[in-house]
């Protein structure tokens, strides 16, 4: 594969002189978001063995604090859809993936064992989104690597009851993202990230390039709707990628998960 192609994609520019890619990892740096499915089932086995990718994923301490709830039912994913408003192109995914942290397994395999379960505090809590975030990560890439498209879902964490009560979350267990999954219909284009630079730090963190990075890397973006126009006002022309970051983040966004996650027993003191 074209390494220095792919790099471009990704960064715009060549920020390295890129190693030779093989083409497992030339699969991961050519990832794009899909949100346009075909109507074409996946085939069980399939399904299963990219899930069984998903499984492969690191966890800490081999614990495994997440699960995977799967859905095909048109009815369920509409109405994880029609709760979100905004993005109706899920409904036509054949498969949606419900990826979530999972604090209840690890109770009750100490009760099994006759010893209390004395981990509830937020070490385990983000033990287990990394465990389901990782997960997800992996899902992506063994779906890609068959061909199949994914896009996730961070919104179903906007409708918190209504996602437990279609999937009969128990207390202990909480939706960190969805994943819509199917055939690709079309491919996005690839979407540029920030330029190493400003993310990877050696030996120490060092955020000093970031201004001057930003305009370089807005200037790749075309311009997307405003976010919270209702609160920062209109912008007819659209807002660059660092405009629409700096209006989502100022606004509270699920004010409401850490009281939502105590009512499901999830202590997060």
């Known amino acids: 594969m074209d390494a220095e192609a792919l790099i471009r994609a990704r960064y715009g520019a060549l920020p390295f002189t890129p190693a030779e890619v093989p083409p497992a990892l030339g699969l991961l740096l050519d990832r794009r978001v899909t949100r346009r499915f075909k109507p074409d089932a996946v085939p069980n086995a399939l399904l299963d063995t990219v899930l069984a990718g998903a499984q492969s994923a690191p966890a800490k301490s081999d614990l495994q604090q997440y699960s995977i709830l799967v859905t095909r039912d048109a009815a369920k994913i509409a109405a994880v859809a029609d709760a979100i408003g905004t993005m109706p192109w899920i409904k036509d995914a054949p498969v949606l993936l419900l990826f979530c942290g999972d604090i209840r397994r690890g109770r009750q395999v100490c009760a099994i064992h006759g010893r209390a379960h004395?981990?509830?505090?937020?070490?385990?809590?983000l033990?287990?989104?990394?465990?389901?975030?990782?997960?997800?990560?992996?899902?992506?890439?063994?779906?890609?690597?068959?061909?199949?498209?994914?896009?996730?879902?961070?919104?179903?964490?906007?409708?918190?009851?209504?996602?437990?009560?279609?999937?009969?979350?128990?207390?202990?267990?909480?939706?960190?993202?969805?994943?819509?999954?199917?055939?690709?219909?079309?491919?996005?284009?690839?979407?540029?990230?920030?330029?190493?630079?400003?993310?990877?730090?050696?030996?120490?963190?060092?955020?000093?390039?970031?201004?001057?990075?930003?305009?370089?890397?807005?200037?790749?973006?075309?311009?997307?709707?405003?976010?919270?126009?209702?609160?920062?006002?209109?912008?007819?022309?659209?807002?660059?990628?660092?405009?629409?970051?700096?209006?989502?983040?100022?606004?509270?966004?699920?004010?409401?998960?850490?009281?939502?996650?105590?009512?499901?027993?999830?202590?997060?003191?």
Not at 118 to 125: R, Y
Not at 212 to 224: E, K, M, N, S, V
């Open 118 to 125: 004395a981990n509830d505090s937020i070490d385990t809590f």
């Open 127 to 269: 033990n287990a989104s990394a465990d389901a975030a990782l997960a997800l990560g992996f899902c992506v890439m063994a779906a890609e690597a068959v061909g199949l498209g994914t896009c996730p879902i961070s919104y179903v964490r906007n409708n918190l009851d209504l996602v437990a009560e279609l999937f009969g979350l128990p207390d202990g267990v909480f939706p960190l993202a969805g994943l819509a999954l199917g055939w690709p219909a079309a491919r996005n284009a690839t979407s540029p990230r920030l330029p190493p630079a400003v993310v990877v730090h050696r030996e120490r963190y060092d955020d000093s390039a970031l201004a001057h990075a930003l305009p370089a890397y807005d200037a790749l973006r075309p311009p997307g709707k405003p976010r919270y126009a209702e609160v920062h006002g209109a912008k007819p022309e659209g807002c660059n990628w660092s405009d629409n970051a700096a209006r989502q983040l100022s606004v509270p966004e699920r004010a409401n998960f850490r009281a939502w996650l105590a009512t499901r027993g999830i202590n997060l003191g």
